[in-house]
């Protein structure tokens, strides 16, 4: 175990060094800021820029609008950011030919994985909730917070951006170039989509976890409607990681 933490730390030390913790962080505070800002002075700029009238067709802005573009948000854009930043985690060791270095001094190959999938976890943990902090306490200023099963639905969208670094995590053991990680998560991205449009997968499709959002906000739709989709996510992140380790152990380097 000594082996694999000294690995995540290396990650860590090397994401501060290449700035990828701060865009991060960046990234999601700009975001959480965005989330409130749209909400609340939309109606006001479109008066001042446009129309008083074409502003007047705009409801009154709540708290569930603050929310509804978090969702949005984070995810046209938080998450693509993300998934960009660590296409390349393992495809730049690949380069660069740092792997056979620390493989011949006896670092085994699956601590590899985990400390990859870790270290960019746990930035984008750190970065996502932030986002939520800062969109929660900067909506407190001008809202209440009467939103109906908000954490649930923000712990949906957190599991599935983690779901999309392990996608992204296999596609960097499959593919050597980054263009190639990029597309094999698009591909997987493009195949949930298009498997939503069945009635009958949607229960089960991680995808939901990420645009059913909304609908949960509104009572629309009820956490345990989700459960399905949780637990294939699940049960879907671990054999992806279980498939990539066993398809590293095999990989020329």
Not at 43 to 63: G, H, W
Not at 96 to 105: N, S, Y
Not at 163 to 168: A, C, K, P, R, T
Not at 183 to 198: E, Q
Request: net charge positive; glycine share 6%.
């Amino acid at each position: 175990m000594r082996a694999l933490v000294a690995f995540i730390k290396k990650e860590w030390l090397e994401g501060i060094a290449h700035y990828r913790l701060l865009i991060v962080l960046t990234l999601f505070t700009v975001l959480g800021l965005m989330n409130v800002f749209t909400a609340k002075f939309t109606p006001q700029l479109i008066s001042r820029l446009v129309s008083e009238e074409l502003a007047k067709t705009f409801p009154e802005p709540t708290i569930m609008d603050v929310w509804l573009q978090f969702f949005k948000n984070t995810s046209q854009m938080g998450l693509v950011v993300v998934v960009i930043m660590f296409s390349g985690i393992l495809t730049q060791e690949y380069q660069k030919e740092t792997l056979t270095i620390l493989l011949t001094k006896g670092l085994s190959r699956w601590k590899v994985i985990i400390g990859k999938l870790v270290s960019s976890s746990v930035f984008f943990t750190l970065g996502y909730w932030l986002s939520v902090v800062v969109t929660y306490l900067y909506g407190w200023f001008y809202f209440d917070h009467g939103v109906l099963n908000m954490w649930a639905a923000v712990l949906m969208l957190w599991l599935f951006g983690l779901f999309l670094l392990v996608i992204s995590l296999l596609g960097g053991i499959l593919f050597r170039q980054n263009y190639g990680v990029l597309l094999f998560t698009v591909m997987v991205f493009g195949f949930m989509l298009l498997a939503n449009v069945f009635p009958n997968i949607q229960a089960y499709n991680p995808i939901s976890l990420a645009l059913n959002n909304g609908a949960l906000l509104e009572g629309m739709t009820q956490v345990v409607d989700f459960y399905p989709a949780i637990a294939v996510t699940l049960v879907l992140s671990v054999l992806m990681v279980i498939l990539g380790i066993l398809r590293f152990n095999k990989k020329a380097l």
